[in-house]
């Protein structure tokens, strides 16, 4: 299967989406699985993905009735309040009955403490999330919270974490450094994996190609192999610096050269996998 492994939707009239403000321009505006499938249908892509995008039960209600909808979708990956455990582990109990509940994700870049995902609280609830069997997405944005992923992953060995979106390199400044070291820290827990996904909005909205994001992902090919890399449009957000097919035909093209196991896990062996994604019969 080929499989976009992060896609949102949002539907303004429905959920709330606070951080959704004009500022956001031309997706500041309800986005639904109608706009997306057809690009899907032409990019060959089986299954997608849908990821959180507010801390709610509204959202996540949501994403799983889409899900229930749409036979191309293959997993949601929603919300409990992992800081209080007693309700988180609850609230699982329910979700975990939903064949498409495959993990929970949490806006950890909108907390004001960077330092939120490290807190005693999270951590009871992560390891809550880890007994249900279902994983994490890290939304956490370098400089502030990749920082965090070696830590999680010692204290939660048995949590499978994939880090959204590569936690955000330096791609327009051209630049490693120290978002180098703190990835391929990350990549040392075999627990760990990455998202090939919204690298074109960390490099320039107005010039990007294959050829500024081939650096980054040959890096993360070198630390953590194909089988744990993945992956996802992040559409709509990637329409501020592009569109759907931009995106689908520049990380191919950044891929070409790779192996033909590589390719395809990239492009969906390692999400299937991770996600629990089933095949249609």
Known sequence: MIIDAHQHFWNLEKVAYPWLDPSFGSICRTIEADELEPLIRKAGINKTVIVQAMNSYEDTDYMLKVAAER?????????????????????????????????????IHEEKDPDWVIRDSVIEGLKILSSFGLT?????????????????????PDLRMVIDHFAKPPIKEKQMGAWAEQFAAAAQYPNVYAKVSGLNTAADWHTWSSEDLRPYIDYALT??????????SDWPVANLAGDFEKVWEQTNQAISDYSEHERAAILGGTATKFYGIQAES
């Open 136 to 156: 994490f997405d890290i939304v956490g944005e370098f400089p502030n919270h990749l920082k965090h992923v070696p830590y999680l992953a010692e204290k939660i």
């Open 71 to 107: 036979e191309w979708v293959g997993a949601v990956v929603g919300w409990v309040p992992l800081n209080i455990p007693g309700v988180a582990d609850k609230k699982l109990q329910e979700y975990a009955a939903n064949p498409y509940f495959k993990g929970v994700r949490h806006l």
């Open 223 to 232: 630390h953590f192999g194909a089988d744990r890399l993945m992956f996802g």
